[in-house]
């Protein structure tokens, strides 16, 4: 019996591929969920240069000598590899939504390719991308909680404001990225959602 809040799916009517993943993908969401959540991982992450931007005066003076979005961040690397990570997700997963509506039910050894595959995009967006950009989002936020709790990061062995030149990754630039993969990730969504109806 349904608790109503997912719908009945008739088994005779699934592709052998979705009847296998069903039983053994380890992140059990719809490639176009799984796409979508990718996407507000990487809109979150866009989140990092108005927070940047907001940042307390106090805080701005003590530890920025100019604009701190444009400021390549160490903190602001880190996000950057986290969207990096959730790009490849919803890239890799996308091509696996292509490649089973090009062959439904694909052979026995591109069935446990395909299944693999997904689950290896999935924990690169939901573990290395989402991990990236809360840490250095976190990081970077704590200047909104005043100059005394970054000195207290600051003496414990984590600057959040430190420049790192090595990675031109400042937060605008970091933001704009983000906002691009999320907006890509949605659309991609939607696309794989439709062409699977």
Known sequence: ????????????????????RSKHVTVPLSVPRKLRWCGYI?????????????LPTAVRADHFAGNPTTTPLGA????LIGVVAVAIA??????????????????????WLLIGAEDAFS?????TGALGVLSGGIILASGHWGPDAVDRLIASGIDPYLVFDAVPATPRLTAIGALLVGIGSIASSVVVERRRE
């Open 42 to 54: 990487a809109l979150l992450a866009a989140l990092i240069g108005p927070v940047v931007a907001t």
């Open 123 to 127: 924990g690169i967006g939901f573990i």
């Open 1 to 20: 019996m349904s608790n109503g809040s997912e719908p009945v799916v008739d088994l005779a009517s699934n592709s052998r591929y979705e009847l296998m």
């Open 90 to 111: 919803a890239a890799g997963l996308t091509a696996v939504a292509v490649s089973v509506e090009r062959t439904p039910d694909p052979p026995e050894s591109r069935l």
């Open 76 to 79: 602001a690397a880190v996000v």
